[in-house]
């Protein structure tokens, strides 16, 4: 299926621990994003990549890593969960072409 | 330090009656401008977008105008609809560098 498709859509963890969250698009497209939404404060970008190889930091990139070796994947991971990283986190491809952000359905991460 | 504001949290409509969500930026380096609409426990969806070379972009109901000499942009729905009830988010980005989103503002169109 085309499109761009995160996992897990839920996820629970403890406190310390690592985890990895995942993004596929099927488009090619250069740039992705990571976003985590919190209530009052919106969308919020962590980190985003231009293309493969490039990543560069959003604002609030502070205890997450991202990777993005090929051009289809952008994994974001917490090296060592935090309660305060409780969030959706949302992943987003940019189709420069038609100037639109395509998003996916979103993670819901817990950490407790 | 956010760089895209929505400072109404939340707007109440009629149906039928025009929706006026706003945006205020701080960065003139922004040259993109983007809406957003999402639902709960769902992905944003795109609605509309505007360059800075332009000030009103129209697609159906919806009309986004953008002031840049007050760094501010709107988005006008018109007529609202029920369906029309969602968080819409604003978003800017300066040469496909960094898509930077406001907080959103939850639209609640009655009957």
């Known amino acids: 299926d085309a499109g761009i498709t995160q996992s897990p859509r839920y996820k629970i963890t403890e406190t310390g621990r690592q985890v990895t969250l995942m993004c596929h698009q099927t488009?090619?497209?250069?740039?992705m994003f990571w976003y985590r939404q919190d209530l009052g404060h919106g969308l919020r970008l962590i980190y985003y990549?231009?293309?493969?190889?490039?990543?560069d930091k959003g604002e609030v990139p502070d205890g997450y890593v991202v990777s993005r070796s090929k051009t289809e994947n952008f994994p974001l991971t917490l090296e060592s969960a935090t309660r305060s990283q409780t969030s959706v986190y949302f992943c987003?491809?940019?189709?420069?072409?038609?100037?639109?952000?395509?998003f996916g359905q979103g993670t819901r991460l817990t950490v407790v | 330090d956010q760089q895209v504001k929505q400072n109404s949290p939340s707007l109440s409509v009629q149906e039928g009656r025009i929706s006026i969500l706003n945006c205020d930026y701080t960065?003139?380096?922004?040259?993109?401008f983007l809406w957003y609409k999402k639902y709960p426990a769902e992905g944003p969806t795109f609605l509309i977008s505007?360059?800075?070379?332009?000030d009103k972009n129209e697609d159906g109901r919806f009309t986004v105008f953008l002031n840049k000499s007050a760094k501010h942009l709107s988005l006008h729905i018109v007529p609202s609809q029920p369906g029309d009830s969602a968080v819409y988010f604003c978003?800017?980005?300066?040469?496909?560098?960094?898509?930077?989103f406001g907080a959103g503002t939850q639209v609640v169109v009655t009957p």
């Open positions: 987003a491809s940019l189709d420069l072409v038609n100037t639109e952000a395509f």
């Open positions: 488009w090619s497209h250069s740039y």
């Open positions: 990549s231009a293309a493969a190889d490039i990543t």
């Open positions: 960065n003139s380096m922004f040259d993109y």
């Open positions: 505007i360059s800075s070379i332009k």
């Open positions: 978003a800017a980005s300066a040469s496909w560098g960094k898509l930077q």
